[in-house]
């Protein structure tokens, strides 16, 4: 909903509320701790926030200023690597990748190094 939380009316909010106790496990959690009405002043809180696929939501280092609840999707954390990840051939590279039996790519930029 892309609409401010204190303009949602109680029928959106209803939605909302009948959304997240069927799909979603940490929004049941806090229903099971909080009434109706705290649950309901959550939900007028909450942003609408779309992200691209394979988007980066915040970089080592960031302070935070906000938490996410995943609606629909998924979220990986990647951290930080010291691993060198330049080799000689295609050869040596794919025989460490065969050996930590995943694949990684090195990405780059000027304040981090993190393996995707």
Excluded: W
């Amino acid at each position: 909903m892309v609409i401010p939380g204190q303009e949602r009316t109680e029928k959106q909010l209803r939605v909302l509320h009948n959304y997240f106790m069927k799909e979603n496990q940490f929004m049941i959690k806090i229903r099971e701790k909080k009434d109706e009405y705290e649950t309901f002043r959550l939900y007028r809180a909450l942003q609408l926030k779309i992200y691209d696929h394979n988007a980066c939501l915040c970089e080592v280092g960031d302070i935070g200023d906000s938490f996410y609840i995943i609606i629909k999707g998924e979220c990986g954390v990647l951290n930080p690597s010291t691993h060198d990840l330049t080799y000689p051939d295609y050869f040596q590279l794919y025989k460490f990748m065969s050996e930590v039996d995943k694949f990684l790519m090195k990405s780059e930029d000027s304040h981090s190094n993190y393996v995707r």
